[in-house]
């Protein structure tokens, strides 16, 4: 168990809908990372947040966003489904801003039909 | 621009049998090296990481791995394998933001083990 939750575990949802992930970091780490993992894209950064300011961002699509909230959970917000934002979306965790081991949740498939 | 190379998509060794999981990295400074593995349906596990000094590290399971800047390797290594190593095994290195520190991960495509008996 590397401390970071992840829920919810499984998520199917339509085209067009909007989904939250959410995800609480280890105790005490104030980095939170999301990540996602496809076929075809294997393991892409998202977004980082470090102590609730947003502190780099990746190859996050403008549909997607995310927060991170004074009890240091994080919440990723992805609109407009298609087809393919299909995936499993991880969050990880890490003590400081970066330069140390990142843990991660067990993460949350995301299905869309 | 920063990248990890895992140039093997898929290996299977006998069990009991030695295993090297090779990964190339393109970095422009001393970079942070990390290796991951993915069972099934499973979250990512960190089996060793390389920050700086002895350039062999040791990690979970057995398992090595050797830095070698001028091949800008980062090849994991276990002498024996056991069945239950079957997963999925990603490199990744540290990004580098401005300023000089490593940040968020950029991982390899992975490499697949499976195991015969």
């Known amino acids: 168990d590397s401390g970071v939750t992840q829920t919810p575990k499984h998520l199917i949802t339509a085209t067009g809908q909007r989904v939250t992930l959410r995800c609480s970091p280890r105790s005490g780490d104030l980095s939170v990372y999301w990540y996602q993992q496809s076929l075809d894209q294997g393991l892409q950064f998202l977004i980082q947040y470090y102590n609730g300011e947003e502190r780099a961002k990746g190859n996050i699509l403008e549909r997607f966003s995310a927060q991170q909230f004074p009890d240091l959970h994080s919440e990723l917000n992805l609109s407009s489904l298609e087809l393919g934002d299909s995936a499993l979306y991880f969050c990880?965790?890490?003590?400081?801003?970066?330069?140390?081991?990142?843990?991660f949740g067990q993460g949350t498939r995301l299905t869309v039909v | 621009a920063q990248s990890v190379t895992q140039p093997d998509i898929h290996i299977t060794v006998s069990e009991g049998a030695s295993l090297e999981l090779r990964c190339n990295y393109s970095?422009?400074?001393?970079?942070?090296l990390f290796w991951y593995v993915q069972s099934p349906g499973q979250g990512l596990q960190l089996l060793l990481k390389?920050?700086?000094?002895?350039?062999l590290v040791q990690g979970i399971k057995g398992f090595e791995a050797e830095f070698k800047r001028s091949q800008s390797s980062f090849n994991l290594r276990k002498p024996s394998v056991h069945w239950s190593d079957a997963a999925e095994y990603f490199c990744a290195v540290g990004a580098l933001y401005q300023g000089g520190s490593q940040g968020n991960l950029i991982f390899g495509k992975g490499t697949k083990l499976s195991v015969k008996p």
């Open positions: 970095y422009g400074a001393t970079p942070y």
């Open positions: 990880a965790s890490s003590a400081s801003q970066g330069g140390t081991e990142a843990f």
């Open positions: 390389y920050f700086s000094g002895d350039t």
